[in-house]
């Protein structure tokens, strides 16, 4: 069965600093990966979706990396900005049926 | 066009009462997804549309939930005989997919349902 985990549930920085956030899952058998930002009354909103083929995608400041054989996504934020506060969620979907396997986010507080 | 939208976005409820939830999705979708979400737990698969043909349901959804979506616009989820385990986030999502080519899902809003 797969699993997305994603370490730590919270994490507090000061503005300006580059910042990792990290995803992982147990089955390398995935269609694609997605990153995703919940602010708390406002849903949630793709930021990122890299193809199984694919090993990074770029919007911005965000740069989202994928290593299937290592079971690792990781999202990477330049210059974090207060605006960058929000939960940050991974997605995967594990075949064409197209629905969404979820971590349970990591909570980003940039400190101004 | 506004994105996804979902009606009502709160909605307490007590215990053994039915409850129906309405999701319009970006009008030129043709898939639809509703999840569910917890506090502090990322949103679980509940069931996907593709224009109004139901192609998928989770062992979440019991006998107790059904969802529409009739002429493969807008769906709606009801739940009959509430529980309190039923208390969530209702989310929905759209997207346009062609057959084996990834897809950016869009979510609305989400409805927030209380079960007294």
């Known amino acids: 069965k797969q699993e997305v985990t994603q370490i730590p549930a919270a994490l507090s920085v000061p503005e300006g600093e580059n910042l990792v956030l990290n995803c992982s899952f147990t089955?390398?058998?995935?269609?694609?990966l997605q990153w995703f930002r919940q602010d708390p009354g406002k849903g949630l909103t793709s930021l990122l979706l890299i193809q199984s083929s694919q090993r990074e995608q770029t919007s911005g400041r965000l740069n989202a990396s994928l290593d299937k054989s290592s079971g690792r996504s990781t999202l990477y934020i330049a210059a974090s900005q207060p605006g960058d506060s929000a939960t940050y969620l991974c997605a995967l979907s594990p075949g064409s049926n197209y629905q969404l396997i979820w971590g349970a986010g990591t909570k980003l507080i940039i400190k101004p | 066009d506004t994105g996804v939208s979902q009606d009502p976005r709160h909605k307490i409820t007590k215990r053994g009462q039915n409850v129906t939830f309405r999701c319009d999705p970006i009008s030129e979708h043709n898939r639809l997804y509703w999840y569910r979400q917890t506090l502090g737990q990322g949103p679980e698969f509940l069931t996907y549309?593709?224009?109004?043909?139901?192609?998928?349901k989770s062992r979440l959804l019991s006998d107790r939930f059904s969802a529409e979506r009739p002429k493969g616009s807008f769906s709606t989820l009801e739940i009959q005989r509430t529980e309190q385990g039923d208390s969530a986030m209702y989310l929905c999502?759209?997207?346009?997919?062609?057959?084996?080519?990834?897809?950016?899902?869009?979510f609305g809003p989400g409805t927030r349902l209380t079960v007294l």
């Open positions: 549309f593709q224009n109004e043909a139901q192609l998928e």
């Open positions: 999502a759209s997207s346009w997919g062609l057959a084996g080519i990834a897809d950016t899902q869009y």
């Open positions: 089955d390398s058998a995935i269609y694609n």
